[in-house]
């Protein structure tokens, strides 16, 4: 039995299952696809070409610092993308393209010299050649408690696999589409898959090399938009790769109409190239990727429904554990950061690489019985312990708080507030819980001091409060902009910066108000603690 089966190659996938490796783990990784990267595709062009990217391009350094520390841990050739600030626009067929300049497209945008398989390739060296299962196709996946069965589809045959513990990396609107689990996602978490859109699931990219960068010759960055009715390639982009020249672009046609004009597409998009920069862009080599017909990429949601507006947070309910610990859901469309990009993925795969190390964790030997230990100090850092696991695992039941007490007020027709006050209420709730957890361990007070009113316990206790305050909101920040119900509620459909802070004032203030009660009980056990001891003196002198 593998302790943990990841379903998907992709950078996520990888990432994740490298990890996993390197601690030790049984791990084993199912590909459908005959190759590893998913969305991530390079070709190598002829001769001395460049390698083109029909995936993801680039990555933003200054903003994405997983991205960022994986091409240094690599130690793997990044190169900026090109942009003089100069764009070409061609909206009239009949005319020549307008230049714009002062209009930075790209800015702070790198791409991996070689293209950004390389990535994939850096992470999958790791991996021994017995962990990898391609052309594995998942049809359904099956909760028996202590660990779950997966069949998938082969080549040849039907086979099964059991795990502790699975990885769902895949775009989630497929997973609601084609497999099949038992026992079924509940309804919110099937609604959150399918409102989950595959980013750039159903676009189409070309990449053109050539033997010479004529438009750079020609004094043109590169970059060109085309807008008119007729346009083939919508968006134009530098793509060259030290010497080898090349353009990118993404294809402004629909999935249908790039299937009615499959058989001269080629011939339309040189045309496209040559009507922007000139005819010497004739006769390029071409690479041509259309990833609305991907069956393990793009869904039947996302070639029905048009690209919308990037959202780079995804829906807080991707990113809840299902089966009891026993499933999760991955890949970047489940980021809560980044999601879509890159950068996302590798934030998928940390999330779940830090829940599977707590599992392992907890599943482990357990902590020296305090009763037997001879350091008072250890049965406190053993409760505190305890007690740090329990604030870290209130994420969910606070975040599902604030759904009920949200939809509550949004049944009780409510619109003033509605985030604000749903958010508190249910951080309250954790807070009081925490409380009544807190006075029920059994401190050691011998060895704890008071200072200026304080017991050193407290700060201890505080602690685990901050990261759990800021995911809970980051959870529901994410949730209001995927959120249908808030749609007609500008405001809190879409939090302000100023509209954040003021709940983030008030959970604060919740929380001081938790520790200052926190405080007081932890000074009362210290003095009943007190109390009987000077009564057990006093009893035994006077026997």
Not at 113 to 118: D, L, T, V
Not at 202 to 222: D, L, N, P, T
Not at 474 to 486: E, G, I, K, M
Request: contains cysteine.
């Amino acid at each position: 039995m593998l302790d943990t089966a990841i379903i998907g190659g992709g950078l996520c996938g990888v990432a994740l299952a490298r990890s996993q490796h390197r601690r030790g783990r049984g791990v084993g990784l199912f590909e459908a696809r005959g190759r590893l990267g998913g969305r991530i595709l390079s070709a190598a062009s002829a001769g001395s070409g460049p390698a083109t990217d029909l995936g993801p391009t680039w990555y933003w350094p200054d903003t994405q610092p997983l991205m960022k520390s994986l091409v240094a841990e690599l130690d793997l050739p990044d190169i900026p993308q090109h942009d003089d600030g100069s764009v070409l626009h061609l909206n009239d067929p009949d005319k020549m393209p307008e230049r714009i300049d002062g209009k930075r497209i790209h800015e702070a945008a790198r791409r991996l010299g070689g293209g950004m398989a390389r990535l994939v390739d850096g992470l999958a060296i790791d991996l021994p050649p017995g962990l990898l299962h391609l052309n594995h196709v998942l049809t359904s996946i099956c909760d028996h408690g202590d660990h779950v069965v997966l069949k998938f589809s082969t080549a040849d045959d039907i086979v099964e696999f059991r795990a502790r513990h699975v990885v769902l990396a895949i775009p989630p609107r497929l997973l609601e589409e084609a497999i099949r689990f038992e026992p079924d996602l509940d309804e919110t978490t099937l609604e959150a898959m399918r409102s989950a859109e595959t980013w750039m699931a159903a676009q189409a990219k070309v990449m053109i090399a050539y033997g010479r960068a004529y438009w750079r010759e020609a004094g043109h960055s590169g970059n060109a938009f085309v807008t008119h009715e007729q346009a083939v390639v919508g968006e134009i982009f530098d793509a060259c790769d030290g010497d080898a020249a090349a353009l990118g672009g993404f294809l402004a046609l629909s999935p249908e109409l790039r299937s009615s004009f499959s058989a001269g597409l080629s011939l339309l998009m040189e045309n496209q190239m040559a009507q922007v920069f000139g005819a010497a862009l004739e006769n390029g080599e071409q690479h041509y990727q259309d990833w609305a017909t991907e069956p393990f990429t793009c869904s039947a949601l996302d070639r029905a429904s048009a690209l919308s507006e990037h959202v780079d947070v995804a829906n807080p309910m991707l990113r809840r554990a299902q089966w009891n610990g026993r499933l999760y859901l991955g890949g970047s469309e489940t980021a809560s950061r980044g999601a879509g990009y890159l950068e996302g993925a590798l934030e998928a795969a940390r999330r779940i690489d830090l829940a599977l190390n707590r599992n392992w964790a907890q599943a482990g030997p357990s902590a020296p019985d305090s009763r037997l230990s001879d350091h008072a100090t250890s049965v406190n850092a053993a409760n505190l312990a305890h007690f740090g696991a329990w604030v870290a695992a209130q994420g969910d039941a606070a975040f599902d708080g604030y759904r009920h007490r949200l939809n509550r007020s949004l049944a009780a027709q409510q619109r003033e507030q509605l985030t604000q006050r749903a958010i508190l209420e249910s951080m309250e709730e954790v807070f009081d819980n925490a409380l009544a957890m807190l006075d029920g361990l059994d401190f050691d007070v011998d060895v704890v001091t008071v200072e200026r009113g304080r017991s050193s316990l407290t700060p201890a206790v505080q602690q685990p409060f901050g990261d759990l305050m800021q995911s809970v909101l980051d959870d529901v920040v994410a949730f209001n902009r995927t959120s249908c119900a808030l749609s007609n509620f500008p405001d809190e459909h879409h939090l302000s910066r100023e509209y954040t802070q003021v709940i983030m004032r008030d959970i604060a203030a919740a929380w001081l108000e938790f520790s200052l009660a926190a405080n007081r009980l932890l000074l009362a056990k210290a003095d009943v603690h007190d109390r009987r001891l000077q009564a057990t003196k006093l009893t035994g002198v006077s026997s």
